[in-house]
């Protein structure tokens, strides 16, 4: 077994990054991510790296799209309205088919809102963050571990698919402390005969670009975009699935949420309550046809989340509202119990009856 480390997530995830071959960070302090930067700033000129504070959040994600246009792994992160304001240029990388990572450590919104967690950020996170029709591989870690080891993973995936690839943590995720293993193995390298790195005129010039004035060529572009969302939506969804194999009850929660969920589910096992959890780890892609699979078998669902109710959307979505869908929610930076989760798992039994 491999030696473990005890590491706040923000920096586990950037020594994960460094790991996996990020060698460019680009970024702006904004709580309760300010530790990323901190580290990079820290160990990127050991490792013979870059790291640069930008003027803004938007100087920091242009900064992503030349580095990336490059051929080069980059990544930045900032914290929901941070987020917010990288959203144009997360549109351009989709537009570009240009592979970057990108975290969002979420706290409490709308607004400045404040600095607790929060998960009110899925719709922004899933739903592309920006104009026009594109996605994000969006990853959800519960652990620091899983923070290490999706982040990893994250680098893989946005070069494999030349797409970006958001790690959507939350502030608990981003400042608890957990013991992590570092042994990721070997870092995969793909061939990029599209980066912009000068031609020493043995090739055309590559161009990187995302306007397309001619509709029929965009249209042409965007089919070609979804016709590879379509295969990563079939090919890459993760899940993790809790005590689902008797369940009548299927609590849905990712994150911190689904950590809180998950002792109110033994605390109702212990009272002889049938339910268990289903967590989408790929937000997008969302695991639909495994959630649509076991609405035939248990009779409801509840959607625990730190947010006014956003994830219940999906999971009404996917199941086709084929059983009732209830929802526990805390918000503006509130976590919810596991109490709090218990009694709501006995409401929706009781009324169940």
């Not at 920096?11 to 994960?16: R, S, T």
């Not at 960070?25 to 000129?45: D, F, V």
């Not at 379509?230 to 699935?241: F, G, K, S, V």
């Not at 199941?319 to 709090?340: Q, S």
Request: with cysteine.
């Amino acid at each position: 077994m491999a030696d473990k480390v005890l590491m706040k997530g923000n920096e586990a995830m950037a020594e994960a990054a460094i790991m996996a071959g990020c060698r460019h960070y680009l970024g702006y302090p904004i709580t309760p991510q300010t530790e990323i930067a901190a580290y990079m700033s820290k160990r990127m000129p050991k490792v013979g790296g870059t790291f640069l504070q930008a003027e803004s959040e938007i100087s920091a994600i242009n900064m992503v799209i030349g580095v990336a246009a490059a051929g080069k792994r980059a990544m930045t992160s900032s914290s929901s309205p941070g987020i917010s304001l990288k959203g144009e240029g997360l549109s351009y990388l989709a537009g570009c088919d240009l592979p970057a990572f990108v975290v969002n450590v979420q706290r409490g919104g709308p607004g400045l809102g404040g600095i607790q967690p929060s998960q009110a950020d899925y719709f922004q996170a899933t739903r592309g963050t920006s104009h026009g029709d594109y996605h994000m591989i969006v990853l959800a870690p519960n652990s620091v571990q899983e923070m290490v080891n999706l982040t990893f993973q994250g680098f893989d995936m946005a070069d494999k698919y030349r797409m970006t690839v958001m790690l959507l943590a939350d502030g608990t995720m981003g400042q608890m402390m957990e013991p992590v293993s570092l042994d990721m193995g070997e870092v995969k390298t793909y061939d990029k005969p599209w980066a912009v790195t000068g031609t020493n005129c043995e090739r055309e010039h590559n161009i990187v670009n995302s306007l397309f004035l001619k509709p029929e060529l965009l249209e042409k572009k965007n089919f070609e975009r979804f016709e590879k969302y379509a295969y990563i939506e079939e090919n890459e969804a993760l899940y993790e699935e809790y005590l689902m194999d008797d369940a009548e009850v299927c609590v849905v929660a990712y994150g911190i949420s689904a950590r809180i969920a998950k002792n109110a589910i033994d605390a109702a096992r212990a009272k002889g309550i049938k339910v268990g959890m289903f967590r989408p780890i790929t937000l997008w892609p969302f695991p639909k046809k495994e959630i649509r699979a076991i609405a035939d078998k248990v009779n409801s669902f509840i959607s625990v989340e730190l947010s006014m109710g956003q994830l219940i959307e999906d999971v009404k979505l996917y199941t086709e509202c084929t059983k009732p869908v209830y929802l526990c929610n805390r918000t503006g930076g509130m976590i919810m119990t596991p109490d709090e989760v218990l009694a709501k798992i006995e409401e929706t039994v009781g009324g169940n009856k």
